[in-house]
Nanobody, 122 residues
Framework: QVQLVESGGGLVQAGGSLRLSCAAS????????MGWFRRAPGKEREFVAA????????RYAGSVKGRFTISKENAKNTVYLQMNSVKPEDTAVYYC???????????????WGQGTQVTVSS
């Protein structure tokens, strides 16, 4: 069982930056592919970014590509989402997820955090 705890959310002005962290309880963190998803008010959950467990290759949603960066630090059992040049439409609850099968669809991820709120003011 993997427990994931997100942190780093908050209120930020448009154009600013924020870094989200996701700490995992499991010592075998390095065996999981990791992802970030978000759910905006009144909208469906959507994929944001993912990083593989093997070669740390990354994938991004088109809406965040070039602005957000996902990274993974196995020594600290932590995955990060660096958010730059944020926009009001980035406002959402951001969720960290872990899975053993690499990919984008949410159903490939087995474990989920409780989420952290990010609010971008215009």
């Amino acid at each position: 069982q993997v427990q994931l705890v997100e942190s780093g959310g908050g209120l930020v002005q448009a154009g600013g930056s924020l870094r989200l962290s996701c700490a995992a309880s499991e010592r075998t963190f390095r065996t999981y592919n990791m992802g970030w998803f978000r759910r905006a008010p009144g909208k469906e959950r959507e994929f944001v970014a993912a990083i593989t467990r093997t070669d740390f290759s990354t994938r991004y949603a088109g809406s965040v590509k070039g602005r957000f960066t996902i990274s993974k630090e196995n020594a600290k059992n932590t995955v990060y989402l660096q958010m730059n040049s944020v926009k009001p439409e980035d406002t959402a609850v951001y969720y960290c997820a872990a899975g053993t099968v690499a990919g984008v669809p949410a159903n490939l991820f087995d474990y989920w955090g409780q989420g952290t709120q990010v609010t971008v003011s215009s």
